[in-house]
């Protein structure tokens, strides 16, 4: 079975930075398409960046970088420039269908979840 562990939320200030990572156990999952998605109180999830099997990136905004390391089986999401805005818990996901672009903004198109991390910036 697939897992996903999400690592490096805290609380950082307005304009701060974090690295955050998803780590994948089970299977590998180098040929799948992964994604973070946030979900701040009250709000629904929303997408924030993915990545294809091929590297192929996509996001809401330039200040969100995906990557991943598939020789470490792990994704990562820095964050540059944050505002209070961003404060949310950030989730990682992993599409079921293997080969397919980054380019899908649905949490319906992904399978696999993360428990989250917290991320506060504060003002």
């Known amino acids: 079975q697939v897992q996903l562990v999400e690592s490096g939320g805290g609380l950082v200030q307005a304009g701060g930075s974090l690295r955050l990572s998803c780590a994948a156990s089970?299977?590998?999952?180098?040929?799948?398409?992964m994604a973070w998605f946030r979900q701040a109180p009250g709000k629904g999830r929303e997408f924030v960046a993915s990545i294809s099997s091929s590297g192929v990136k996509d996001s809401i905004e330039d200040k969100f970088t995906i990557s991943r390391d598939n020789a470490k089986n792990t994704m990562y999401l820095q964050m540059n420039g944050l505002k209070p805005d961003d404060t949310a818990v950030y989730y990682c996901?992993?599409?079921?269908?293997?080969?397919?672009?980054?380019?899908?903004?649905?949490?319906?198109?992904?399978?696999?979840w993360g428990q989250g991390t917290q991320v506060t910036v504060s003002s």
């Open positions: 996901a992993r599409r079921a269908v293997s080969g397919a672009v980054a380019f899908n903004r649905s949490p319906y198109e992904y399978a696999y």
């Open positions: 089970g299977r590998t999952s180098s040929n799948y398409a």
